[in-house]
């Protein structure tokens, strides 16, 4: 009896791994998964340090109030997405989550950390042309990376985040700089994107975890995205930072594929700078009102990829580079280093 239990086991393992090969091998064949096995999805072992693990906060409202934060920033369409009962909470016009781009809760090196960022504000930003607030600063995401509406600035969500960011950066010094926030820089290449080298990289790398037209992995029977869209009416608009080539480029270039840290990078900045450049020139929500943006024109990244522009270079260059020249051009005109 004992036998046959073990030649039953073998042949469902034998069966179990056949299954399996063929699956991969008519991935390959068809050309929906490429042989790289660099751009296989990881598993994150990252563990969020004791510091910023919010399940050891008492049950005090205060806590309460972080936990929320930290559970919104998680699972942000789960509370204010698109597809929730409580129409007067819908304030995202996707099912992304914060930490789709910020990551491992906010707290990530160099994937626009969010420690210390509290402290940080009041801050100019060259968009509104204007000091703003930490919580301008969220609604600015809210009507961009989510393409949604502003939350009121009172609401109970608005108060929840902004406890959660002051939580993480409670150990950051009294200006809020810390090591790794915002993004890896990368030596810019002095050439256009090449599209052709990015859509072969997106095929390589990317393929497997966002899909071959841009459109994300959600979880079973979920709102939330196991790996997040990058093109498509589930994700970012135009107005969004992560739609410039450079700021993608710096994304892409720390953190991905998924798993990659600033100390192992896989992808060369050449690369980075192709695959960013290829993604964003895929169909995208448009956001309305863009001639708003950077009343004083000459605070525009060289990157942004819609107009007005203080210069003669055109639509396409600020899109896809060269960038040299226009770094250039307001060096010499304005004296102004740009860096983005």
Same mark, same amino acid.
């Given at each position: 009896?004992?036998?046959?239990?073990?030649?039953?086991?073998?042949?469902?393992?034998?069966?179990?791994?056949?299954?399996?090969?063929?699956?991969?091998?008519?991935?390959?064949?068809?050309?929906?998964?490429?042989?790289?096995?660099?751009?296989?999805?990881?598993?994150?072992?990252?563990?969020?340090?004791?510091?910023?693990?919010?399940?050891?906060?008492?049950?005090?409202?205060?806590?309460?109030?972080?936990?929320?934060?930290?559970?919104?920033?998680?699972?942000?369409?789960?509370?204010?997405?698109?597809?929730?009962?409580?129409?007067?909470?819908?304030?995202?016009? %996707? +099912?992304? !989550?914060?930490?789709?781009?910020?990551?491992? *809760?906010?707290?990530?090196?160099?994937?626009?950390?969010?420690? #210390? @960022?509290?402290?940080?504000?009041?801050?100019?930003?060259?968009?509104?042309?204007?000091?703003?607030?930490?919580?301008?600063?969220?609604?600015?995401?809210?009507?961009?990376?989510?393409?949604?509406?502003?939350?009121?600035?009172?609401?109970?969500?608005?108060?929840?985040?902004?406890?959660?960011?002051?939580?993480?950066?409670?150990?950051?010094?009294?200006?809020?700089?810390?090591?790794?926030?915002?993004?890896?820089?990368?030596?810019?290449?002095?050439?256009?994107?090449?599209?052709?080298?990015?859509?072969?990289?997106?095929?390589?790398?990317?393929?497997?975890?966002?899909?071959?037209?841009?459109?994300?992995?959600?979880?079973?029977?979920?709102?939330?995205?196991?790996?997040?869209?990058?093109?498509?009416?589930?994700?970012? %608009? +135009?107005? !969004?930072?992560?739609?410039?080539?450079?700021? *993608?480029?710096?994304?892409?270039?720390?953190?991905?594929?998924? #798993? @990659?840290?600033?100390?192992?990078?896989?992808?060369?900045?050449?690369?980075?700078?192709?695959?960013?450049?290829?993604?964003?020139?895929?169909?995208?929500?448009?956001?309305?009102?863009?001639?708003?943006?950077?009343?004083?024109?000459?605070?525009?990244?060289?990157?942004?990829?819609?107009?007005?522009?203080?210069?003669?270079?055109?639509?396409?260059?600020?899109?896809?580079?060269?960038?040299?020249?226009?770094?250039?051009?307001?060096?010499?005109?304005?004296?102004?280093?740009?860096?983005?």
């Amino acid at each position: 009896m004992e036998d046959i239990q073990k030649i039953f086991i073998g042949i469902k393992v034998i069966c179990s791994a056949l299954i399996l090969l063929i699956i991969i091998t008519f991935s390959i064949y068809t050309g929906l998964v490429p042989i790289n096995f660099t751009s296989l999805p990881t598993v994150d072992l990252h563990e969020i340090k004791s510091e910023y693990d919010v399940s050891l906060l008492d049950e005090s409202p205060k806590s309460k109030l972080v936990k929320y934060g930290f559970e919104l920033f998680q699972n942000t369409p789960n509370y204010i997405g698109p597809n929730i009962y409580d129409s007067t909470k819908i304030f995202s016009g %996707n +099912n992304l !989550a914060c930490s789709n781009c910020h990551l491992w *809760a906010g707290t990530k090196p160099f994937s626009a950390s969010l420690v #210390g @960022v509290v402290k940080r504000f009041p801050q100019y930003r060259s968009r509104e042309h204007k000091l703003g607030t930490i919580k301008e600063r969220i609604n600015g995401c809210m009507e961009r990376s989510m393409n949604g509406s502003m939350m009121p600035l009172d609401s109970y969500e608005m108060k929840a985040l902004v406890n959660y960011l002051k939580w993480i950066g409670r150990n950051s010094p009294k200006e809020g700089e810390v090591f790794g926030q915002g993004f890896m820089k990368i030596n810019l290449p002095n050439r256009a994107v090449n599209l052709e080298n990015g859509r072969e990289i997106y095929k390589v790398q990317c393929v497997l975890c966002h899909g071959s037209k841009g459109e994300g992995i959600k979880e079973m029977e979920s709102n939330l995205y196991l790996y997040p869209p990058l093109w498509g009416p589930d994700s970012y %608009n +135009n107005g !969004a930072g992560m739609s410039r080539v450079i700021t *993608a480029a710096q994304f892409i270039k720390g953190n991905m594929p998924y #798993g @990659v840290t600033y100390e192992s990078p896989i992808l060369s900045d050449e690369d980075a700078y192709d695959v960013a450049g290829y993604i964003n020139q895929q169909e995208r929500p448009i956001k309305i009102n863009l001639q708003f943006d950077f009343p004083d024109l000459n605070g525009k990244p060289v990157s942004t990829p819609y107009p007005p522009y203080n210069d003669e270079f055109s639509l396409k260059q600020h899109q896809l580079g060269p960038f040299q020249p226009i770094i250039a051009y307001y060096k010499q005109k304005f004296n102004l280093v740009k860096k983005k």
